[in-house]
């Protein structure tokens, strides 16, 4: 065998800054340093190469796994036939791999290990991903083009290998502060796998379903902010804790194990080990048990792995949203037009490629082809318009072969200037695949004539409940009215409190392209200023919300409730309800608070919309007190049982007539919301209950998991840092720890509102399921946060799909239950009768009953009647409605942003107080309370600047520094200057504006100067040399960046004063 040359480099942490022919410098041509010997022996390397070493390829260990990179320190990558290319660190490269070796033990069989062996890139390349000295091997005399990625498996050998369980099905998710570095959510791993680099990743993109093989524990780096000092030396564990730790590991292979227990009740103990022996069990664990017990045997080891192939593309590569950088393309046309009029050769100035920068950081950076660009795009370059670039454009990934380095897109469509608001939204809503079209018309044949006349079948099918005080509590400005509240006093003196919620089902029949158009958007969308309906507003704002004073359809469900808050019992029915007014929270909220007296209701008839029917605001005010104490009741109960609220304030803007925000405020809930909350959530565990007792096989539900425990460990070592107990056993002492830290930190709200915000870090979001699916048993059905057992969506049917398809099964029960008792004997007992006729929707019902012959067949031939989903077809709906949920979400959250940055930019400075919530050498986290945000400042490799970090109590001394630093880790371009990271002020203009200011009696000519100078007297600035600790607080300078020049953002930096600016 010949030889490999071994370059070693320095590499920069920035992966796309170079440029190909028409309009990017070649990757082989970025620098020219390297010896005489270098030029002689090798092609250039994709990297700047300063050094480098010929070595045989027969000294070269075999059998290096990919993502050992994520170790810190020298790397190096090989690049031969006989193993795949991946860096190691070298720390690892004389390490043997023995049989009771299980550092070393791959986590994948012998036959794969070849297989993955014999798809081994032909040409080595190493990503610019570490400031570390990286050996890269290279073939001397190679003449093979080259090959940045591995290929991918085919689907026919993943199906078998994930099959046969040698590889891991993972959602692929990416950093958003470094790209670098991507995590896999494998199903019942509590830790994810760490992805690190673009060699591991493979070409996959942010939410892919991806193929990964995992590390040997030996590649495993240390969890970030363990301090646990892991012992790598020979351990030995006896087999009591050896079978103990398979049988954990077996237990979470088949959903056993849950808080520390196997579902007998025994608690195994795994043995603090870092280095194990193991018998022949060991190896026959699977990959997903192996990788269970190794999790559980290095507790603060990241497991790393890469990725062998793509399963299921993200959608999202499909909607790049992002800017063209055309300047060097332009440059190099103009370079090839002068060159055609000396050598009289004809060039085709469209080629080339331009570089789209996508708006989103989790995306890599992509070529696009001139040859494929919009006509509109074609003709504003031939004119050399640099405009374009102030665009925001929509791309779509077309290819990203082995032999690219990044992919390759096409323009699908360009909304405008990235700092128009209406083109941003648009680039929001597209990037989410939000539907904004107009509902066609074929969708609107199925709703009814306006006005709506209820139907002489539905008067006599429902009951009638008109004359009850029925009354709606909603925001302001709402106008989908999809619930209502209703509370009597009974002659026992117990209280029937009812929901009412908008029979959607009655108008949505299955099947339907109404139907089809609202699983489809699945959710409405909300904008601040707007929102985007599921339903086509004819029917959400009109014909079926409940709107005061007219006759509405409605599903209800009734409580009797003791003077202890006690469910005595319940029943649902189809109804016909007439809402009697329109209550808004802050009306609500008044009454609560005791501003209107029942006997006099003259202010209630000034300050409130109109009231329906024969009763007074009397009523409407009692009605609404006794539902208040009702609800506390309740919600203390539930909290007693188990339920965890991680209630904090939310950000509001405050708006101007042409629509611009001027202000922020922080808004928390009140006892009217409350309220509605403790009695919707009611209802959804009522209608929970009901459907899967009828239906247990295809049951549309709502899940919470429990917590991540890694991240719920360091939320309580964060807490015990700072003198809060934390108890984080179960969901109820985590709420009455919580609760106590509120009452010590009544003091300081910032504080409380940080904590808060790290509490639901660790939580994993809600979903939808079918019951149905064998993906989950009825142990995975709880929800967390509330401590329930089931729990379903019931109560917004107007704005959320699922809600309609629970309403349908509720339907179908309520039919076959009539179905049931037909026929029946009935008692004399009028009580029995009760029970008799809810049998299968009372609180109480018999199981052998519902589970009968004649009931099942009254349950089925209902369930056809209703068009009720198979158990298949229901658990695609609930994945769909999951997806939109959380792509309804994702525009909420850009929506809030793109108004916050429109805030900033208005102002151009805002000053506030910042809390420091993460520190380290390179940069810190700050938490603003005005704006209820984080950010980071970097202050790293910056001009000017003395930064010593102080590990042993965590404390970060940042001084001023005149002199230019000599020992940089990057070159002199990509330091920062002091400027980025603090904004200076001189004392002297600082003192002289605080002086005019005071001397103007705090009154400026210059509002806007005004503006900042009062801001200044407010948050004084700091100054060198500044002491920083977790928690301390920091004056910053906030400001928005980015629109026409590229992505928005919102950038903090330190506000010092400093007599050197």
Not at 617 to 629: E, P
Request: charged residues 25%; glycine residues 4%.
């Amino acid at each position: 065998m010949g030889g490999v040359i071994v370059e070693s480099s320095r590499v920069s942490t920035h992966t796309e800054d170079f440029v190909v022919e028409g309009g990017f410098k070649d990757i082989n041509k970025k620098k020219k340093r390297r010896s005489r010997r270098s030029k002689a022996n090798y092609s250039l390397s994709a990297c700047s190469s300063v050094s480098e070493i010929f070595v045989d390829e027969s000294t070269l260990p075999g059998g290096i796994s990919s993502s050992q990179q994520a170790s810190s320190g020298n790397q190096l990558l090989l690049a031969d036939d006989n193993f795949i290319c991946s860096p190691i660190s070298t720390m690892h490269l004389n390490e043997e791999t023995t049989n009771g070796d299980i550092l070393n033990q791959p986590l994948i069989s012998h036959d794969l290990e070849e297989f993955i062996i014999s798809k081994s890139v032909t040409e080595g390349f190493v990503s610019k991903e570490t400031d570390g000295l990286v050996l890269i091997p290279r073939r001397v005399n190679s003449h093979a083009g080259p090959t940045y990625f591995p290929p991918h498996f085919s689907a026919e050998a993943v199906s078998k290998a994930l099959e046969a369980s040698e590889l891991l099905r993972a959602l692929f998710r990416v950093n958003a502060h470094n790209r670098l570095e991507a995590y896999c959510k494998v199903d019942g791993v509590q830790t994810d796998v760490l992805i690190s680099g673009v060699m591991a990743q493979n070409r996959a993109f942010e939410g892919d379903t991806v193929a990964i093989v995992i590390d040997p524990p030996s590649s495993w780096p240390k969890m970030k902010g363990s301090n646990e000092i892991l012992n790598e030396s020979v351990c030995r564990t006896s087999c009591l804790e050896q079978s103990e730790a398979l049988m954990l590991c077996r237990a979470m292979a088949d959903n056993r194990y849950v808080n520390g227990m196997l579902d007998n009740g025994y608690q195994p103990f795994i043995h603090d080990s870092t280095k194990p022996c193991y018998g022949d069990d060991y190896n026959l664990l699977n990959i997903f048990e192996k990788l269970c017990y190794l999790v559980s045997l290095f507790p603060f080891r990241r497991p790393t792995g890469r990725v062998v192939s793509i399963i299921a593309r993200s959608s999202r590569q499909d909607r790049i949203v992002g800017f063209l950088s055309v300047k060097q393309w332009l440059y190099s046309r103009d370079l090839k037009r002068k060159d055609s009029k000396k050598s009289k050769h004809q060039y085709n100035l469209n080629q080339g490629y331009i570089l789209l920068t996508p708006t989103d950081p989790k995306f890599t950076k992509m070529t696009v082809p001139v040859v494929n660009l919009p006509i509109s795009i074609k003709k504003r370059l031939e004119v050399g318009d640099l405009t374009v670039e102030n665009d925001i454009v929509a791309a779509k990934v077309v290819d990203w072969a082995e032999d690219r380095y990044i992919p390759e897109a096409c323009v699908i469509q360009i909304f405008g200037s990235g700092s128009d608001v209406e083109a941003l939204i648009a680039a929001i809503l597209l990037e989410n695949a939000i539907i904004t079209s107009e509902f066609s018309p074929e969708t609107l044949t199925y709703l009814p004539h306006l006005p709506l006349e209820l139907p002489p079948k539905e008067l006599q099918s429902r009951r009638d409940l008109r004359n009850l005080c029925i009354f709606t509590m909603d925001p302001a400005t709402a106008s989908d009215l999809d619930d209502a509240l209703s509370v009597e006093n009974l002659s026992n003196g117990d209280f029937r409190v009812g929901v009412h919620i908008a029979d959607v089902s009655y108008f949505v029949l299955p099947d339907t392209s109404l139907d089809l158009d609202a699983q489809i958007r699945s959710t409405s969308v909300y904008l601040l200023q707007h929102k985007i309906p599921m339903l086509p507003p004819v029917l959400s704002d009109n014909l079926a919300s409940l709107k005061p004073g007219v006759d509405r359809l409605a599903f209800s469900i009734f409580w009797r409730i003791n003077s202890m808050g006690e469910v005595l019992d319940h029943w649902i029915d189809r109804t016909i309800i007439r809402s009697c007014c329109k209550l808004s929270y802050e009306h609500a909220q008044e009454i609560i608070d005791g501003a209107f007296d029942n006997q006099d209701s003259s202010h209630c008839k000034n300050h409130c919309h109109e009231l329906y029917g024969q009763f007074e605001w009397c009523d409407v005010t009692k009605s609404v007190k006794i539902l208040n104490v009702l609800s506390n009741m309740l919600k203390l109960k539930r909290f007693k049982g188990g339920a965890l609220s991680l209630d904090s304030p939310n950000i509001e803007f405050l708006f101007d007539e042409e629509g611009m925000p001027y202000d922020t405020v922080l808004s928390g809930r009140k006892d009217s919301n409350f309220l509605v909350e403790e009695f919707m959530l009611l209802a959804n565990l009522t209608a929970a209950e009901v459907i899967t007792r009828a239906y247990p096989s295809c049951a549309l539900l709502r899940r919470h998991t429990e917590p991540n425990s890694r991240k719920l460990q360091d939320f309580e070592s964060f807490c015990s840092k700072h003198g809060l107990a934390l108890n984080t056993s179960s969901s109820a002492h985590l709420h009455r720890s919580l609760e106590h830290i509120r009452k010590e930190l009544k003091n300081d709200p910032v504080l409380l509102d940080i904590l808060m915000s790290y509490a639901t870090r660790p939580m994993q979001l809600a979903e939808y399921f079918c019951t149905g699916n064998l993906k989950y048993t009825d142990t995975d059905w709880g929800h967390y946060a509330l401590a329930v057992p089931c729990y379903t969506h019931f109560t917004s049917p107007l704005r959320r799909y699922p809600d309609i398809v629970v309403h349908r099964m509720l339907a179908a029960v309520i039919e076959a239950e009539s179905m049931y008792l037909e026929g029946k004997s009935t008692f004399e007992d009028p009580i029995k009768n009760e029970m008799l006729s809810r049998c299968f929707t009372g609180l109480c019902f018999n199981e052998d009953e519902i589970r009968s012959v004649k009931a099942q067949e009254a349950l089925s031939i209902s369930a056809s009647k209703y068009k009720l989903p198979r158990s298949e077809t229901l658990a695609d709906v609930a994945a769909h409605c999951n997806e939109r949920k959380l792509a309804a979400r994702r525009v909420k959250d850009a929506t809030i942003k793109l108004y916050m940055w429109l805030f900033l930019k208005k102002k151009e400075i805002l000053f506030s107080e910042a809390r420091v919530l993460g520190l380290g050498p390179r940069f810190m986290s700050v938490y603003i309370s005005k704006l209820a945000i984080e950010r980071r400042i970097y202050y790293d490799e910056t001009e000017g600047l003395t930064v010593e970090w102080l590990e042993s109590t965590s404390t970060l001394i940042l001084s001023h520094s005149i002199r230019k630093r000599s020992n940089r880790k990057t070159s002199p371009g990509k330091c920062k200057v002091l400027e980025e990271v603090a904004l200076l002020i001189n004392p002297t203009d600082l003192k002289l504006d605080l002086d005019f200011l005071g001397h103007c009696g705090e009154k400026h000519e210059d509002s806007q100067k005004n503006e900042i100078i009062g801001h200044n007297i407010r948050h004084q600035p700091a100054v060198f040399p500044l002491t920083v600790n977790l928690l301390s607080k920091i004056p910053v300078a906030l400001h928005a960046v980015g629109g026409d020049d590229g992505p928005i953002d919102i950038v903090a930096r330190l506000y010092i004063s400093s007599y050197f600016q």
